[in-house]
């Protein structure tokens, strides 16, 4: 069984910095594409960014230039540094990993959910 724990959200003021991590666990093979997705309230849950296996990564334009996305393969891991946060970053950040757990078996995983909250 695959189990993913984020960590890092809280509330921060405008123009603040957030570091959320989302580290997997369980019977892991190996992990492909990681990413990080956001939910407003009243709004659709949408990409934030993601990163390849091999280290590509894109964002939504929201967010390009304030936000990065990187990968420790090591510890099963990936981050999203958050600056220059504003208030319509506020949302619920939910982490999804495409992960291999067997030769033939590789599945979609989410995270529980962190809440990021940006003051104005």
């Known amino acids: 069984q695959v189990r993913l724990v984020e960590s890092g959200g809280g509330l921060v003021q405008a123009g603040g910095s957030l570091r959320l991590s989302c580290a997997a666990s369980?019977?892991?093979?190996?992990?492909?594409?990681m990413g990080w997705y956001r939910q407003a309230p009243e709004k659709e849950r949408e990409l934030v960014a993601q990163i390849t296996s091999g280290g590509s990564t894109n964002y939504a334009d929201s967010v390009k230039g304030r936000f990065t996305i990187s990968r420790d393969n090591a510890k099963n891991t990936v981050y999203l540094q958050m600056n220059s946060l504003k208030p319509e970053d506020t949302a619920v950040y939910y982490c999804?990993?495409?992960?291999?757990?067997?030769?033939?078996?590789?599945?979609?995983?989410w995270g529980q959910g962190t809440q990021v909250t940006v003051s104005s």
């Open positions: 999804r990993e495409r992960i291999r757990i067997s030769t033939f078996r590789i599945g979609d995983y």
């Open positions: 369980g019977s892991i093979r190996n992990i492909d594409t």
